[in-house]
């Protein structure tokens, strides 16, 4: 993939505020990416089979036996019905309990950390890292927080404990960061090196890469006994599933719509149902990660983006970058229940909700601000000015028992 289109895209500068602006840039890209070959033909093949039953219910085949063909070192399920279930307002890990409840913001034309205090919303300091900082992203053992510096091909470390810049380790193309639910290796998204390069989660040293035969990996999540996990291709319009203790590729498909931009990646807490955001087609892909079957598509709202669950994990929070929207689906029937509209307009990206739950934090990421929303209305309770291009924030600490990477994912 041509470096100046991957720039463009995701690295360069952003586009204009307006919709016109963006969904109009957004065509250009789409055309120049056809012009390099990286955007796909349209695909084949009919909707699959949506499950409409209790999302609490066991999933025969799937969450029931999952803590028998677990993965080796992946901590138990605490709950076959809830892959989320340690996730609980407030449950935090002894390892987090007295971390002070911060927000920590990656400016990605800025080259800064912004940290805000969620009492007051106020940034109370910036902290200088590498070129292009693309998201911040807890360890798996909780103890660190990792901001990829994608351009400047370094991950810096922050310190939860007092919020402070620590050290910088060299890493190339760190576009995004994962990590395998047995805390054996970090998983590095190398967009544009098109690579899927497992390290040593500690010192960041190279065990494993793997080529990823797509253009743009860039998000993923694990199965429920963790054997494997799903990763987009933003420029490609592919899936990838993945052998977690082989550190192979199982299986690739093409998601069936010319010019697919898939995005963030989630599983439903039941580990049956697997959804995919697509910015291109302005909803979420639906489909058996089991089976890897070819997905549907639920239409949500334009520029569909970031995946979040919440506290008490029935319901999926859905950003719409260009409409400036928050669609609201419950995993028990599989609907959508509402949307929130962001105060003024806006750009909702990447974020992540409060250790409470009544907080939903979302980076603007054409409007160099930072959105809080009320999870118990949709109100927006603040607008708070960053840095320049705000992506993959994180809110920390979160509960859970250990973090599979990315804005934290935890379980």
């Known amino acids: 993939m041509p470096a100046v289109f991957r720039t463009a895209c995701q690295n360069g500068p952003l586009p204009h505020r307006t919709a016109q602006r963006r969904t109009a840039g957004r065509r250009r890209l789409a055309a120049a990416a056809v012009l390099a070959g990286v955007l796909p033909a349209a695909g084949c093949g009919g909707p699959a089979p949506h499950h ?29 019905r809830d892959l989320y279930a340690a996730d609980r307002p407030n449950k935090l890990s002894p390892v987090v309990k007295d971390f002070p409840s911060l927000v920590y913001v990656p ?53 939860p404990a007092t919020g402070k810049k620590g050290r910088t380790v060299d890493t190339h193309d760190p576009y995004n960061l994962y990590f395998t639910p047995n805390g054996k290796y970090a998983v590095v998204m190398a967009s544009k090196d098109r690579q899927l390069v ?26 429920a006994d963790g054997r494997y996990f799903i990763v987009s291709c933003e420029f490609s319009g592919d899936l990838l599933k993945v052998d977690t203790e082989r550190m192979r590729i199982l299986a690739k498909q093409r998601l069936p719509r010319d010019g697919a931009m898939p995005q963030d990646v989630k599983i439903s807490p039941d580990g049956r149902t697997w959804y995919v955001a697509d910015m291109a087609s302005d909803g979420v892909w639906v489909l058996n990660g089991d089976r890897f079957t070819t997905p549907r598509l639920l239409h949500t709202g334009k520029g569909t983006h970031g995946l979040y669950v919440s506290r008490d994990s029935r319901t999926m929070y859905i950003t719409n970058r260009e409409e400036g929207s928050i669609s609201l689906l419950d995993f028990r029937t599989g609907r959508l229940v509402g949307k ?67 804005t934290g994912i935890f379980r």
């Not at 106020?122 to 990829?148: A, E, F, M, Y």
């Not at 929130?340 to 909700?353: A, F, Q, T, V």
């Not at 009320?374 to 973090?403: C, E, F, M, W």
């Open 107 to 159: 400016n990605t034309e800025s080259d800064t950390v912004s940290v805000i205090d969620p009492k007051t919303y106020k940034v109370t300091h910036t902290i200088p890292v590498g070129r292009q900082p693309q998201h911040v992203v807890p360890s798996w053992d909780l103890k660190t927080l990792w901001v990829n510096n994608d351009l400047g091909n370094t991950l810096t470390a922050i310190d």
């Open 340 to 406: 929130w509209h962001i105060r003024g307009g806006g750009s909702p990206d990447m974020g992540g909700i409060s250790a409470d739950g009544k907080v939903l934090w979302l980076s603007g990421r054409y409007d160099a601000e930072v959105y809080a929303i009320d999870t118990r209305n949709g109100r927006t309770l603040a607008k708070i000015p960053v840095g320049r291009g705000p992506h993959g924030l994180a809110v920390y600490p979160q509960p859970g028992r250990y973090s599979l990477g990315h």
């Open 52 to 80: 409409e039953g209790d999302g609490h219910s066991p999933s025969p085949g799937t969450t029931q036996a999952a803590a028998a063909r677990a993965l080796p070192g992946m901590p138990p399920v605490l709950n076959p």
């Open 198 to 223: 497992f390290r040593d989660p500690k010192t960041m040293k190279v065990r494993k890469t793997l080529a990823a035969d797509c253009a743009g990996v860039n998000h993923a999540d694990f199965s």
